[in-house]
């Protein structure tokens, strides 16, 4: 069947069209998401992914001119586009669950049973207090403290400016050593 008949059926019968459009396209749609999604999603992710894909191209029947261009390669732009969000979503989720999970259940292994328990309270306690900083200030530290990277980096990453990660951090030690120690705030 070709672009311009499923078209068509698409807008005669959108449900028959959009089972023609997800038969034919499944697979490229598939190895798209894939390629973006399997370092850091689940099978359960890649199929929502794949989901929202014929989701946003049913939603968007209208926009499309095949002038222009094939279905193929709106489905494709779509797939490509969905997968990105998708990915930042998770490597932002990630980045909140895993190093907090990652960073609590940390054990020195040479430490007494009481002393990794007096550990593992003052780095929850920490983390607790990082993540009370707020968004993106709380990320900020994640991943400049925990992941090592670089001021220019996260500003890159996060869409900000360097100087402003650099204040942010000077001002959120502050605040944690108020939260963690109980010095004054701004001394």
Do not use: W
């Amino acid at each position: 069947m070709d672009d311009i008949s499923i078209f068509e059926k698409l807008k005669e019968n959108p449900k028959d069209g959009i089972n023609d459009v997800i038969d034919k396209y499944s697979g490229l749609v598939y190895s798209i998401v894939y390629s973006k999604l399997s370092k850091l999603g689940t099978e359960e992710d890649i199929k929502e992914c794949i989901s929202d894909v014929f989701l946003g191209f049913y939603n968007q029947i209208d926009k499309i001119d095949l002038g222009k261009g094939t279905l193929k390669a709106y489905i494709a732009i779509i797939a490509n586009n969905k997968a990105i969000d998708f990915y930042r979503r998770l490597e932002k989720n990630s980045i909140r669950t895993d190093k907090y999970e990652e960073l609590s259940n940390y054990k020195d292994k040479s430490a007494a049973p009481e002393t990794e328990i007096i550990k593992k309270e003052e780095r929850k306690e920490l983390i607790d207090a990082i993540h009370s900083l707020g968004e993106p200030d709380s990320e900020i530290f994640i991943r400049k403290y925990y992941m090592g990277q670089k001021t220019k980096e996260i500003a890159n990453i996060l869409s900000i400016r360097d100087n402003t990660v650099d204040k942010k951090i000077s001002r959120g030690l502050k605040k944690l050593r108020v939260l963690i120690g109980g010095c004054e705030y701004g001394k």
